[in-house]
Each structure stands twice: as C-alpha cells, then as structure tokens.
C-alpha cells in the first residue's frame, strides 16, 4: 500500500489541525495505520494508531486530545489534533502494518512522505 500524508501547517498553541492519510493499492481496511512523529534531533515516536477492528490506541502525551480515525470508502486515515502545544512540533508520518501493528515504527513496513505540523507559542 501506498501512502501520502496531508494537512500538515503552522498552528498558534491551543489551535487544532486535521491530518489526512491517503492510501492506494488494495485491502485497505485489511490494514493497522497508524501516525508517528519526529521533533528535529529526536527519534521518531508513536502517536496513535487504528487497526481493522476500529480499536485505537495512543501515546500518552496525545491521549484526549488527539483522534485517529479511518474512512474505508475513502481509503484515508484521519489525525484529529485539538489543544495543540509547542512539543507537538514535529514532522507527522502515517503508516500501514499487515499485522497488528503496535507502537514500534518496525512494526509498519509501508511510510509516507510526512507532513509538518509547526506549533507556535
């Protein structure tokens, strides 16, 4: 599957964006996506993941103000970020597992290009 990553821009603290993940090739649904983060100088970290079943899971740091989302129709993930805050600055990269996929990027084997996300203080 082929994946490309959208929506990214320059956000005041507290403002919100939405993250598009758009995805071809088949058995979309059939897929874990999930969305990591890279802060400059810093190695890439989990932020939330959804698998086939529609369960969903997060990093603590994002838990109650980040949703993750799927339209099967659509074939897109979605990243709903609100309260945004300065360290939530970093380049966002979605990605597809075939198999359960936790919080470990090994666990993804198909990457798309990262969309920057800047939060202003």
């Known amino acids: 599957v082929q994946l490309q990553a959208s929506g990214g821009g320059l956000v005041q603290t507290g403002g919100s964006l939405r993250l598009s993940c758009a995805a071809s090739?088949?058995?979309?649904?059939?897929?874990?996506l999930g969305w990591f983060r890279q802060a400059p100088g810093k190695e890439r970290e989990f932020v939330a993941a959804?698998?086939?079943?529609?369960?969903?899971d997060y990093a603590d740091s994002v838990k109650g103000r980040f949703t993750i989302s799927r339209d099967s129709a659509k074939n897109t993930a979605y990243l709903q970020m609100n309260s945004l805050k300065p360290e939530d600055t970093a380049i966002y990269y979605c990605?597809?597992?075939?198999?359960?996929?936790?919080?470990?990027?090994?666990?993804?084997?198909?990457w798309g290009q990262g969309t920057l996300v800047t939060v202003s203080s």
């Open positions: 990605a597809a597992s075939a198999g359960y996929g936790g919080s470990n990027p090994r666990d993804f084997g198909s």
């Open positions: 090739g088949r058995a979309f649904s059939a897929y874990t």
């Open positions: 959804i698998r086939r079943s529609g369960s969903t």
